[in-house]
């Protein structure tokens, strides 16, 4: 028996319920020679806005204990760019193309729905409402509960694509955050984008990044994130793809059960290219030894109803 | 075509107190590369996430080996330094551009201070092969920090050396032999890796006297392929002689640029 790893969100069909997450792969074809496609149901482009943008001064990233804190402040091409010079090359490589869009202003995110609506090879597109590096838009929207819904009622209105929300956690009820998005026309929800954090050098007193503040993201973050999934699925009826740190099959596997139809991996991409087949392949051994026919029947199965502590 | 690749640890050389060269087996990357290019190891110890960058320093492609050099600076550092012989790591590569030879007629310089020598060696016995004889000059804080001079030696380059506290050849720092080089040679190629201070100092001469200059830039990595967009470089084209310029990637647009292209000025690295 093949267990059946295929999931659905909101009409959108992957072979696999693993998602490249936006910012940790480009657009798309960078890590060809080295990653397994075959094992990837979507890939979520870096975010595009309308305009090319610098990005944030260096030193852009920094380590900490199981961790990579960035601020490159989106750092892109800008969405024509990308619809010519990268797209067709993705487009042959198997995985769905989610495109992660960002605005500085309202207005900037209807535009790129309306533009990414009728590309041939676009299947989704996720609302970048969550990074903690750029001075507009960002995480000012997915902060603020109103704003979220109106940014996410502009794209609703602009596309017929899968619309899925990428949610901060910088808030103090994200279930509160993701009604409101649902409500305002959201397919599916991500999460979670980077926590803000930052690090700093004591023998100069200098922050370590440029920036000052950053984003976190890494095996540090996963238990918040494996929470907000958590809370975010006990709170609404559409789909939830879960992401913060997931490096092994058993960490994917926890996304799920806590709510997730599918999960996203970045960071660990950059530590180890194989993350894919592996991770893959230790979901389809969990269904067999489970009896589980297909992944899917996992979501949001956790029982609540006692604590399992061994294993220490 | 980049590979993550198995590399089994078989034999280390204490190059000084901090340093030291780290010869690896694996299939493929030691044949597959070439100088200025780079490798991502997997991090080893508690706690630590990121590959870290290293220039591929030689190669011995008939026994499937190349070396690395190592001086610990930190936590990622001091774990491959302690890496036990026969142990293995995963190398990504090969990654990033290359040291292009210089052009018929003209004399390679190489000025190279502490562990930006790396990349240099297998450099110069690829020139060695095409019988090009380059001048290698080598700086450090201390004798034992001009690392693999022999080496250089043996391969027939001729070496000069500087030390901030004199211990060995010139006191002062290696930009202060560059000029009677460049009198010496008119047409010159200059190759340069190091400080960033250095680096941009170099730059600055080979400018005044319009001597092409290839430098190999150091920068902190989270993925090495092009990705997490971490390791940038202030850059202007000539053909982008209007524009305001761009970040580069020094994973992939570099290591090696042209170091006309570079802003300094933008370059936020201390002197």
């Not at chain 2, 000025?111 to 450090?140: H, K, N, R, W």
């Not at chain 2, 960033?196 to 190999?216: C, F, I, K, N, Y």
């Not at chain 2, 392929?225 to 940038?232: I, N």
Request: aromatic share 6%.
């Amino acid at each position: 028996m093949h267990p059946d790893l295929s999931v659905e969100i909101s009409g959108l069909s992957l072979t696999t319920p693993l998602i490249a997450a936006s910012g940790t792969f480009g657009y798309g074809t960078e890590y060809r020679d080295v990653v397994d496609y075959s094992a990837l149901g979507a890939i979520v482009v870096k975010g595009l806005y309308l305009n090319p943008r610098p990005g944030c001064p260096p030193p852009r990233i920094w380590e900490t204990p199981s961790g990579m804190l960035n601020a490159i402040g989106l750092q892109e091409i800008g969405v024509a760019r990308f619809i010519e010079e990268k797209l067709p090359e993705l487009r042959g490589l198997g995985p769905a193309i989610l495109v992660n869009i960002c605005g500085s202003t309202l207005e900037e995110y209807g535009e790129l729905a309306r533009i990414l609506n009728d590309v041939e090879g676009v299947s989704g597109i996720e609302i970048n409402i969550s990074c903690p590096n750029v001075k507009e838009g960002g995480i000012l929207f997915g902060c603020d509960p109103d704003l979220a819904a109106r940014v996410t009622e502009i794209v609703r209105a602009g596309t017929r694509l899968p619309v899925i929300p990428k949610l901060s956690p910088n808030v103090t009820d994200i279930a509160a955050v993701a009604r409101r998005v649902e409500s305002a026309g959201a397919d599916a929800l991500s999460l979670i984008n980077t926590i803000p954090a930052m690090a700093i050098d004591v023998e100069t007193r200098r922050p370590r990044l440029a920036n000052v503040v950053g984003g976190l993201s890494g095996p540090a973050i996963r238990p918040i994130a494996v929470r907000l999934v958590y809370q975010t699925a006990q709170a609404v009826k559409i789909p939830v793809i879960g992401m913060g740190g997931i490096a092994t099959a058993a960490d994917a596997l926890e996304f799920i059960i806590a709510g997730a139809r599918a999960v996203q991996i970045g960071t660990m991409n950059f530590v180890d290219p194989s993350v894919w087949s592996r991770t893959l392949a230790g979901l389809e051994d969990y269904c067999r030894r489970h009896r589980l026919s297909s992944i899917s029947e996992l979501t949001g199965t956790l029982r609540a109803e006692g604590a399992m502590p061994s294993g220490w | 075509m980049k590979r993550d690749e198995r590399a089994v640890l078989v034999e280390r050389r204490a190059l000084s107190p901090d340093a030291q060269l780290l010869f690896f087996e694996s299939p493929t990357l030691s044949t597959s590369f070439l100088p200025g290019q780079f490798t991502m190891l997997r991090a080893q110890g508690e706690g630590l996430l990121l590959r870290r960058p290293y220039s591929i320093c030689s190669a011995e492609p008939d026994k499937s080996r190349f070396s690395l050099l190592v001086k610990v600076v930190g936590q990622g550092t001091r774990a491959l330094a302690e890496l036990p012989l026969g142990e293995d790591v995963y190398c990504l590569g090969p990654l990033g551009t290359f040291f292009q030879p210089p052009a018929e007629g003209r004399q390679a310089i190489i000025v190279a201070g502490g562990v930006g020598i790396a990349p240099f060696l297998c450099f110069c016995e690829s020139l060695a092969q095409q019988g090009m004889i380059a001048q290698v000059l080598l700086g450090g804080r201390r004798a034992h920090d001009l690392y693999l001079k022999d080496d250089f030696l043996r391969l027939g380059m001729e070496v000069a050396c500087a030390t901030e506290d004199g211990s060995h050849g010139h006191r002062g720092v290696v930009t202060d032999l560059l000029p009677e080089l460049l009198d010496r040679f008119e047409r010159a190629q200059l190759y340069s890796c190091g400080p960033s201070g250095m680096l941009r100092r170099v730059a600055e001469m080979a400018a005044q006297r319009d001597v092409p200059h290839q430098v190999s830039i150091e920068r902190r990595m989270g993925c090495g392929m092009g990705c997490c967009l971490g390791c940038v470089v202030f850059t202007r084209r000539p053909e982008e002689a209007e524009a305001e310029g761009e970040y580069r990637r020094a994973c992939t647009e570099g290591p090696v640029f042209e170091a006309e292209e570079i802003l300094w000025e933008r370059d936020p690295y201390p002197l």
